[in-house]
C-alpha cells in the first residue's frame, strides 16, 4: 500500500483485496460486545472537513475511535478556515500538533494531493471526497457491499456487471468507483445524459450509454447517482421531470433487473428524482448496508496505512520530465 | 551437543512421530489437568496454532469421545510490534458457538518465545469475553522469554541460542511435518 | 558614455567578429578593428549576439500589485531575460486605460532605466466589456501606446472589437486579443481532455480559444484591421490563423514559451505552479505551436510573463491564480523547444523574439539589425553555459517559475540597452555596482 489513499487507482487489485478482506475480519470483530481495538492507540487522526458531510465524517471517526486513536475533528466553518486561513497554515497546524494521518474531505479537486506531496505535512492523507475528483473509501465500501453480495463476501468481482447511473461528470464516486471496479474485474457501464458524461470518458476502463433501460437487464448491480436539480439550470438536461423519467429508477424499471440484483445509492439521495422511495426501501436496496460497511472498510484502511511502520514514500517525486513535449 | 553447523544448515529437532507424540501427551495433559475436559475451549493462534489446536482437539476426543471446541484467536491488532513492519493482513478469529465466558481457554501456539504473542493473545481474549481461566499449550518452547509469561504444556523443550530460528513444518499448512532448526547456534545453546 | 568593444561575439550565430559601441549605438563591427584605448572590453567569444529581445505581453503589476511585481522589478528580470524592451500589459489596479496611468508606467520605466516599458492600453474601460476606453488619447499620450489589449478578458462583444479593431487604425494601432469566450470557461481550470476528466477539474476547451480567433480574423477582414492574437494555444488556433494569413488578413499571433515546451501531463501533480491561462495543452498541441512558429505562422514569442506572490500559488489548485512568471527563463525555453529540436536558428530566434515583436508594437529603435549606426540593443547567449533555473535566484518579485531545478541549455549572459550595459556576465549591472559601491 502506499502511504496515503488519495485515489482508487493508489490501489492495485492485491491492495484492494487486502483492504477488503481486512474490512471483512474487522467486521467480525465488531459484532462482539468490546468494540474497541487497541490497535492504534497513541496515533492521532485528523478529520478535516472543508465541506459539510456529517455522514462521511461520523464514519471515519467511528472508524478511528473504534481503533482507539486519537480523534481530532477539524471543520472549516466556525474555524480560522473560514476567516481565510490557507489550506498550508492548517496543515502546518496540525502537523505540529502530531497528526499522523488526515483524512481530508475539501471542495477542491486534487486538495488531498496538495497536502500528501506539498511537504506540508509528515503523516498519511486520506481522501476523503475532493471536489469532483474522487471518494476512494466510498468505492470502496460499494465493492466491498456488492463482494458481500455477488461474490460470497471472498475474492474479487471478476465478470460482475455494474450499472453506474446519473451525474458522472459532477461525481467523485462514479470516478473512485470505475477505477476500483475495474481493479477488481467488473464491468462497468456508465449511462448518463450526454451532457453528463465527462469529456474523454472513453477513454475510461468502462463503457458507456445514454440509454438505461438496456444496462438493466443483465446487472448484478445498479449504482444510482445524486443529481442536483440546479444542474437543470445550466442546461444539463432541460427539467427533472424529463431527468427522472428517462434515467431515474422507478419500481417498472427495477422489475427489469434480475433476481439477484441489488440497488445502490452513495447517498443522501434525492426521492423522486433519481430514485424512487419504493426502490430505495425494496429489499434489493442495500442503501444501509452501505454505511455500515463504511465504517469497517475505514477502520481498515486506517489500520493500514497506519499500524505500519511509516515507510519512504513510495509515489513518482519527478514530475517534472512527463509533462515536457519531446 | 551439535557439530559445527554453516548458519545456513537446518537440524531437524523433531520429526512427524515426534510431533505426533508430543501433541498426544498435551492432549492427556490437557484431559487430566482439567479434570476431564469439561468445559474447555482450545483457541489457535493462527496461522500454525490452529491446526496444532484441531490436532489437540481429535486427541482429545479419541481420549474423551467428546468434541472439544475449537476456534482461532487472531492477535494482530494487539501486537506491540506493529510499527516495525509494514502493515500486516488479518487473519481468521473464529469463537466458537458457545463462546468463552467462564469456560477453560486453552491458548494454542506453535512456538513460545518471547511471550509477547501470548501476552497479545491475553488482550485480545478479555476484549471477546472472561473465560474461567486461561491455560497455554505449545508445541515447543525455545525459551528467551521478555514477558512473565509460562506455558501449561509443553511437546518439546528445546534450547536455543538468539540467532537461531525454530522452523515448525505442519502437513496442513506446509506440506510436511517436522520442526528444524537455523542458524547459528552461538553461545549459550 | 561608456565606450564598449565586445570581442568575439557572433551575430546570429554567424562568423566571430568584434562589436564596438559608442553614444549608444554601434559605431564598428567587424574584426582588427581599431578600438579606442578606454572601452571597455566585453569578452564574448562564440556567444550569440542577438537583436536586444522584445515582449509583447508582460505583466509588470504595478500599479496595485507591487507585493508580485514592480516596473522596476519586472525591469531587472526583463534585462536579465536579455530583453531591451517589454510591452506591460493593462490589467493592473488601476487599469491602464487613461493616458495617465500608461503615462505613469511609461515614467516608472524610464526611471527604472533597463529596458524600454512600452504600455499598453485596455481596450474596454476597467476592462469590463462595456465601452471603449480613450484609446485615442492612450495613442497620443508621452506612452505613445500602440497596443491596445483587455488581456486576462477577451473582448467578446463582437461589435466592441469591431468598433475597437475600426477605431485604432486611426493611430495605427493594433488590438491583442486574450481569445477565450467566457460562456465555455467559466471557472475552467485546465484543459478540456481526457485528463480533466480524470481529475475532475472543469475544462478551458481549445473551441473556446479557437471560435473567437476565428470571428476576429474574419472581423479584422472584413474591417480591414490589424489584429494580434494573444498566447495561442491550440493546434486549431494555428489552422485557422494559418487560413487567414493565406487570405491576406493581417494577423498576427503569439505563443508564450511555456506552450512550446510543457503538456497538461503536469497538472496531474495538482501542483498550481503549473496553473494558466490559456492552460496547458496536449503534447499534440506542442507540436503544432513549434511548427507554426518554425514556418512563421505564429509571428512571435511573447512570454506572457504573470508574476504571482507565494501565497496566490501555496495552495489547492482551484483557489491559485494563473501565470507564471517567463521572461528570466524565455530564451532557454525557446532554445529548448526550437533550437536543440532543430527547428529553428538563432536568425529565426532574433526574427521572433525581437525582430516581429518591435514591428508589432510599432516599438522604434527595438528589434533593429546589428549593423553600423543601429542603436546599440544587444543581446549575448552564452551556449557553453547551461541555466539550472533556481526560482531564489530570479530577479523578479516573484518566484512562480514552472522550470525549477530545471536546466535550460543556454545562459542569457550580456545586454545592452541604448549602448548601456544592463546585464553583465549574467549579472545584473545595477545590482554589481551596488555591491561594488559597499565594499
Known amino acids: 500500500m502506499n502511504r496515503h489513499l488519495l485515489s482508487a487507482a493508489d490501489l492495485n487489485h492485491d491492495d484492494a483485496l487486502l483492504v477488503l478482506d481486512t474490512a471483512a475480519e474487522l467486521a467480525a470483530l465488531t459484532d462482539r460486545a468490546v468494540k474497541k481495538l487497541p490497535t492504534l492507540r497513541g496515533r492521532t487522526v485528523v478529520n478535516l472537513f472543508y465541506e459539510d458531510s456529517t455522514r462521511t465524517r461520523i464514519s471515519f471517526e467511528a472508524a478511528a475511535k473504534r481503533l482507539s486513536a486519537d480523534v481530532i475533528n477539524f471543520s472549516a466553518k466556525g474555524s480560522s478556515v473560514s476567516k481565510g486561513e490557507s489550506l498550508k497554515d492548517t496543515a502546518l497546524t496540525l502537523e505540529a500538533m502530531g497528526a499522523d494521518a488526515v483524512v481530508i474531505r475539501h471542495p477542491a479537486s486534487g486538495a488531498p494531493d496538495r497536502l500528501a506531496h506539498s511537504g506540508w505535512i509528515g503523516g498519511s492523507v486520506v481522501n476523503a471526497g475532493d471536489g469532483t475528483h474522487e471518494h476512494p473509501t466510498q468505492a470502496l465500501l460499494d465493492a466491498f457491499t456488492m463482494r458481500q453480495h455477488l461474490a460470497g463476501g471472498k475474492g474479487d468481482l471478476a465478470g460482475r456487471k455494474v450499472t453506474i447511473v446519473g451525474d458522472v461528470l459532477h461525481s467523485r464516486v462514479a470516478r473512485s468507483n470505475v477505477l476500483l471496479l475495474a481493479t477488481l474485474g467488473a464491468e462497468v457501464t456508465l449511462v448518463a445524459p450526454p451532457t453528463l458524461l465527462p469529456f474523454g470518458v472513453e477513454t475510461w476502463p468502462c463503457s458507456f450509454s445514454f440509454d438505461l433501460d438496456s444496462h438493466l437487464t443483465s446487472a448484478d448491480a445498479v449504482m444510482m447517482l445524486r443529481v442536483q436539480r440546479e444542474r437543470m439550470n445550466a442546461a444539463f438536461f432541460p427539467t427533472s421531470r424529463e431527468y427522472s423519467r428517462r434515467y431515474g429508477l422507478d419500481v417498472r424499471r427495477m422489475n427489469l433487473l434480475p433476481d439477484h440484483a441489488i440497488v445502490m445509492h452513495p447517498g443522501p439521495m434525492n426521492r423522486g428524482m433519481e430514485i424512487a422511495a419504493d426502490v430505495a426501501d425494496s429489499e434489493r436496496s442495500v442503501i444501509v448496508e452501505q454505511v455500515t460497511n463504511g465504517v469497517n472498510v475505514r477502520m481498515a484502511v486506517l489500520y493500514l496505512l497506519l499500524a505500519g511502520a511509516q515507510l519512504g514514500e513510495p509515489d513518482g517525486s519527478d514530475r517534472t520530465a512527463e509533462g515536457t513535449a519531446s | 551437543m551439535s557439530a559445527a553447523r554453516t548458519p545456513d544448515e537446518t537440524r531437524t529437532v523433531l520429526d512427524s512421530d515426534d510431533i505426533a507424540r508430543a501433541l498426544t501427551r498435551v492432549a492427556h495433559e490437557i484431559v487430566e489437568r482439567t479434570k476431564g475436559a469439561d468445559d474447555i475451549v482450545l483457541l489457535g493462534i493462527p496461522t500454525r496454532g490452529v491446526y496444532l489446536a484441531n490436532r489437540i482437539a481429535e486427541r482429545i476426543h479419541v481420549i474423551e469421545g467428546r468434541d472439544i471446541p475449537v476456534g482461532s484467536l487472531d492477535i494482530t491488532l494487539y501486537r506491540d510490534d506493529l510499527r516495525r513492519a509494514p502493515a500486516r493482513a488479518l487473519l481468521p478469529t473464529t469463537i466458537p458457538p458457545g463462546g468463552i465466558d467462564d469456560k477453560i481457554v486453552v491458548l494454542v501456539d506453535d512456538v513460545l518465545y518471547s511471550g509477547r504473542t501470548i501476552r497479545a493473545a491475553l488482550d485480545a481474549l478479555s476484549d471477546i469475553g472472561r473465560p474461567r481461566m486461561v491455560q497455554l499449550a505449545v508445541l515447543v518452547d525455545r525459551g528467551h522469554r521478555e514477558l512473565p509469561i509460562r506455558p501449561d504444556y509443553v511437546g518439546k523443550n528445546i534450547p536455543t541460542a538468539k540467532t537461531e530460528k525454530v522452523l515448525v513444518h505442519l502437513v496442513e499448512f506446509d506440506g510436511d511435518d517436522a520442526v528444524r532448526l537455523s542458524g547459528e547456534p552461538g553461545e549459550g545453546s | 558614455m561608456t565606450t564598449y568593444v565586445i570581442r568575439g561575439s557572433r551575430p546570429l550565430a554567424g562568423s566571430n567578429v ?64 536579455g530583453y531591451t524592451a517589454v510591452c506591460a500589459m493593462a490589467n493592473t489596479n488601476p487599469v491602464a486605460d487613461t493616458a495617465g496611468t500608461v503615462e505613469q508606467v511609461w515614467r516608472l520605466g524610464q526611471q527604472a532605466g533597463l529596458v524600454h516599458v512600452q504600455p499598453i492600453g485596455a481596450v474596454t474601460t476597467g476592462l469590463e466589456g462595456t465601452q471603449l476606453a480613450e484609446l485615442g488619447a492612450m495613442a497620443d499620450s508621452a506612452a505613445c501606446v500602440r497596443i491596445f489589449s483587455d488581456d486576462g478578458k477577451c473582448v467578446h462583444d463582437a461589435v466592441l472589437m469591431r468598433r475597437a479593431l475600426e477605431y485604432v487604425k486611426a493611430f495605427d494601432g493594433v488590438i491583442a486579443q486574450h481569445a477565450q469566450e467566457p460562456r465555455l470557461t467559466e471557472d475552467a481550470q485546465m484543459n478540456e481532455s481526457a485528463l480533466s476528466g480524470v481529475l475532475g477539474l472543469r475544462g478551458w476547451p481549445a473551441v473556446a480559444e479557437e471560435a473567437i480567433i476565428a470571428r476576429d480574423v474574419l472581423l479584422a477582414d472584413h474591417v480591414g484591421s490589424r489584429l494580434h492574437v494573444c498566447h495561442v494555444s491550440t493546434a486549431g488556433s494555428v489552422e485557422i490563423i494559418r487560413w487567414a494569413k493565406s487570405r491576406g488578413i493581417d494577423v498576427t499571433a503569439e505563443v508564450t514559451p511555456h506552450h512550446l515546451l510543457l503538456t497538461e501531463e503536469l497538472v496531474r501533480s495538482y501542483n498550481p505552479i503549473y496553473k494558466v491561462n490559456p492552460p496547458l495543452r496536449s503534447e499534440r498541441d506542442v507540436h503544432a505551436l513549434r511548427e507554426a512558429l518554425a514556418d512563421g505562422t505564429i509571428d512571435v514569442v511573447a512570454t506572457d510573463h504573470a508574476p504571482h506572490p507565494a501565497e496566490d500559488k501555496d495552495c489547492e489548485w482551484a483557489q491559485a491564480a494563473m501565470g507564471m512568471v517567463g521572461l528570466e527563463t524565455a530564451v532557454g525555453v525557446v532554445a529548448e523547444a526550437m533550437i536543440s529540436t532543430g527547428l529553428m536558428d538563432w536568425a529565426g530566434v532574433a526574427q521572433r523574439m525581437s525582430v516581429q515583436p518591435a514591428v508589432i508594437g510599432r516599438l522604434a529603435g527595438q528589434g533593429r539589425p546589428l549593423a553600423v549606426g543601429e542603436p546599440a540593443n544587444i543581446t549575448l547567449i552564452n551556449t557553453d553555459v547551461p541555466h539550472l533555473v533556481e526560482p531564489r535566484a530570479l530577479r523578479s518579485a516573484s518566484r512562480n517559475t514552472p522550470y525549477a531545478g530545471r536546466s535550460l541549455p543556454v545562459s542569457v549572459w550580456t545586454t545592452f540597452y541604448q549602448g548601456e550595459l544592463t546585464l553583465n556576465e549574467g549579472v545584473l549591472v545595477s545590482q554589481a555596482n551596488q555591491a561594488g559601491g559597499s565594499a
Open chain 3, 18 to 81: 568584434d562589436i564596438v559601441i559608442s553614444d549608444g549605438v554601434i559605431s564598428a563591427m567587424g574584426t582588427d578593428l581599431v578600438v579606442p584605448a578606454d572601452a571597455t572590453e566585453i569578452s564574448a567569444h562564440d556567444h550569440i549576439a542577438l537583436p536586444g529581445l522584445v515582449d509583447l505581453h508582460t505583466h509588470l503589476r504595478e500599479p496595485g500589485r507591487e507585493d508580485a511585481e514592480t516596473v522596476r522589478s519586472g525591469s531587472q528580470a526583463a534585462a536579465a531575460g
